[in-house]
């Protein structure tokens, strides 16, 4: 029988929860490693090998002992894994198609522009007005569609828990880096209680064990 071996390389951060919440959704077996980015493990040689980019997450996969697949960029790991283990994006046809745009609204606009926010919110050494209003209004148009949505679905995909569910969810956890408030958006609260409750996600929110980002 075919063996594989997972080694995760993440942090409590939400580009890395993504990974993590899918592994475990996914009932998958893998080893955590923890790269501390606020201590910039992510430029160790060991990690720089793996991702040349020096981010995080990062999936390392062995099969029967070979190295088969090292994969940076969690929207790359999250198709990985739901197309080799059929669950979180139908394989065909227009809701595969609608599920890929709602996880690209994740990767491409509420991860980036939440993660530029929270530069002009806390990290930046001298504030600047201009670019913190200028990044929160990204955000706020980004949660704007969000709630129209989910008025509209159940789920980012429509009626499915899928991988847009999982890209967007700790990133919306993380709201208070882009000044947004889940009490002006009923939709996205009623949503992100019922993701949050789902097991899989609270224990991937959990991992690397341990992990703390302030
Ligand atoms: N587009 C990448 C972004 C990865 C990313 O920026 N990861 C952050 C943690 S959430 C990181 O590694 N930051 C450390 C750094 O940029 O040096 C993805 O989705 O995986």
């Not at 063996?3 to 955590?32: C, H, K, M």
């Not at 070979?66 to 809701?95: C, D, K, N, Q, Y």
């Not at 148009?141 to 509209?152: I, K, N, P, S, T």
């Amino acid at each position: 029988m075919t063996e594989v071996r997972r080694d995760f390389y993440g942090w409590a951060t939400p580009n890395s929860q993504r990974v993590s919440i899918l592994l475990e959704e996914l009932g998958l077996r893998y080893v955590a490693y923890g790269v501390n980015i606020r201590a910039r493990a992510q430029f160790t040689p060991e990690i720089l090998a793996l991702n040349p980019y020096g981010k995080i997450p990062i999936l390392r996969e062995e099969t029967d002992g070979e190295p088969t697949l090292v994969l940076f960029e969690s929207g790359a790991i999250l198709v990985h894994l739901a197309e080799r283990h059929g669950a979180f994006l139908p394989s065909s046809g227009p809701t595969r198609a609608e599920t890929l745009a709602w996880l690209m609204v994740a990767l491409t606009s509420l991860g980036p522009m939440t993660g530029q926010a929270h530069h002009w919110t806390e990290l930046a050494p001298e504030p600047s007005g201009v670019a913190l209003r200028h990044t929160v209004a990204l955000v706020d148009r980004v949660y704007r569609l969000l709630e129209g949505r989910l008025d509209a679905h159940r789920y980012l995909a429509g009626d499915a828990f899928s991988i847009a569910d999982i890209a967007a969810y700790p990133w919306i956890a993380r709201r208070a880096w882009a000044l947004q408030s889940l009490d002006t958006h009923p939709s996205l609260a009623r949503w992100f209680a019922e993701i949050g409750a789902r097991p899989g996600v609270g224990r991937g929110m959990a991992v690397p064990a341990g992990a703390l980002l302030e």
